[in-house]
T-cell receptor, first 110, second 114 residues
Framework: KQEVTQIPAALSVPEGENLVLNCSFT??????LQWFRQDPGKGLTSLLL?????REQTSGRLNASLDKSSGRSTLYIAASQPGDSATYLC?????????FGTGTRLQVFP | GAGVSQSPSNKVTEKGKDVELRCDPI?????LYWYRQSLGQGLEFLIY????????KSGLPSDRFSAERTGGSVSTLTIQRTQQEDSAVYLC????????????FGQGTRLTVV
């Protein structure tokens, strides 16, 4: 059974710091990996999709890497801002579902 | 449409009543997913559609839950004889193709059973 774990569970940092959020999965039989953010009371917003043939993707201040052999993905947030405060979720995509991690709750204070 | 649309956004229902939740996926997306998120909990997979077919119904919590998709587009999740433990946010997502495309989520339907 595929399990996805995210570390840390919560993170509180001052504005401007560079951050690393970690995602690990037990089964390398995933096709792709996707990172989302969820604001309180809202749905999920897609941040980055890394396809299995890729090793990383970048969007603005965000960079995500994928290493299927070790079962790990990392989301790097550069120069964090208070607006980055949210819960970040990674999801491994296999044949018929997205398998979500437990999430990292991020708070960036001014 | 521009994104995944879910309706209603909020639904309060009495215990024992039936409810229908609707999801309009992004036009052209063949894969559609339903998830449930209880307060303070993670996302629980319910069901997946490829076109109009649901090859995996294993996530539906009980036989009170059913879902269908018509015309490869709109999907409806029906909960019969609602119970208080059904209270949660129900989220729908779609992607261009299963397991390959980027998944986009709707804003969810917040269901409260009183």
């Amino acid at each position: 059974k595929q399990e996805v774990t995210q570390i840390p569970a919560a993170l509180s940092v001052p504005e401007g710091e560079n951050l690393v959020l970690n995602c690990s999965f037990t089964d390398s039989a995933i096709y792709n990996l996707q990172w989302f953010r969820q604001d309180p009371g809202k749905g999920l917003t897609s941040l980055l999709l890394i396809q299995s043939s890729q090793r990383e993707q970048t969007s603005g201040r965000l960079n995500a890497s994928l290493d299927k052999s070790s079962g790990r993905s990392t989301l790097y947030i550069a120069a964090s801002q208070p607006g980055d405060s949210a819960t970040y979720l990674c999801a491994g995509i296999n044949t018929d579902k997205l398998i979500f991690g437990t999430g990292t709750r991020l708070q960036v204070f001014p | 449409g521009a994104g995944v649309s879910q309706s209603p956004s909020n639904k309060v229902t009495e215990k024992g009543k039936d409810v229908e939740l609707r999801c309009d996926p992004i036009s052209g997306h063949t894969a559609l997913y339903w998830y449930r998120q209880s307060l303070g909990q993670g996302l629980e997979f319910l069901i997946y559609f490829q076109g109009n077919s649901a090859p995996d119904k294993s996530g539906l919590p009980s036989d009170r839950f059913s879902a269908e998709r018509t015309g490869g587009s709109v999907s409806t999740l029906t909960i019969q004889r609602t119970q208080q433990e059904d209270s949660a946010v129900y989220l729908c997502a779609s992607s261009l193709t299963a397991h390959l495309g980027e998944a986009f989520f709707g804003q969810g339907t917040r269901l409260t059973v009183v």
